[in-house]
């Protein structure tokens, strides 16, 4: 089923993302997390791909174990930076052929081991040339793209950031998915700016639970536009251990959560870190037998 088609069935459709392991006691632990998480019945649970292609061969099996060994609708990341036309469409029709129907179109970053001039190699400069090939090559795909409620690191104008998702949401994009973020404000400020700029597609909401301090100075790392708001830094300072930290985290996101159902947004996706334990109490926290149960 393409997620498009899962997104207007009248309620929030919550997913979860995981990335591929990269040793077999990895994979052995991924699936006992997944095993874990489908009780909450998610709509559908995402693949992601590595800098450059680095991930895709672990990427391609990981996204067809799922398809083949469990009911879940499975989306595969595709990152398009430093590739060609012929690599692409390869990955494409590996995809096509293995009743792979969902793609989430990124430009994705170059391999740590490339530098980087402000050119990019290989023939697709921006995601929404590859949205535009996929759309061509295979129109029968569902195609989702990334959202920055907060701003992309790349653009610096943020009066005009918004015609790069509508060049994507043009090429064919049917979902937009959004980078994470800590306070709900920034995403509806985000999609009601979707809409000012002719954005009409649904914009699913992306939430990370804080599982530690580490792990949230990581986030800041990777994602510098991230905002921490004031109040979630209190909570953290005053959580003070890390196993305390991961409980105040988890319940930060799922206040989050019980927000956004609250408001019926399309959808909510989980960004697990291949764990369960913070995504089982999020939904054990709103009551839920499963997400599926949302009205």
Known sequence: MLIKDILTVGKT??????????????????????????????????????????????????????HEETDLEVVAHLTCVGHRFDEIKRILD??????????????????????????????FPYASDLVAFIRDIHPEMGIGVAGFPEGHSAVTNRLTELEHLKEKVDAGADYIVTQLFFDNRDYF?????????????????????????????????????????AGLI??????????????????????Q????????VPGIHLYTLNHSAATLRIGESLGLAGFDDLL
């Open 257 to 264: 959560v019980r927000d956004l159902l609250d408001h019926g």
């Open 94 to 123: 590996r995809y096509a052929e293995s009743g792979i129907g969902n793609i989430l179109a990124l430009r994705g970053d170059p391999p740590a081991d490339k530098a980087v001039d402000g050119t990019f190699d290989g023939d």
């Open 13 to 66: 459709a919550v997913s979860f993302e995981f990335f591929p392991p990269k040793t077999p006691k990895g994979w052995e632990v991924l699936f006992e997390t997944i095993a874990d998480l489908t009780v909450l019945k998610p709509a559908y649970v995402s693949v992601t791909y590595g800098a450059g292609g680095s991930t895709r061969d672990r990427t391609h099996d990981l996204v067809t174990r799922i």
């Open 189 to 229: 400020d985000y999609v009601e700016r979707c809409r000012l700029a002719g954005i009409g597609i649904p914009v699913i909401a992306g939430i990370m639970p804080i599982t530690g301090g580490k792990n949230m100075l990581r986030m800041a790392e990777l994602s510098p536009r991230t905002r921490f708001p």
């Open 234 to 255: 209190r909570t953290v300072e005053r959580a003070g251990t890390e196993e305390r930290i991961e409980m105040a985290g988890t319940h930060w996101a799922a206040e």
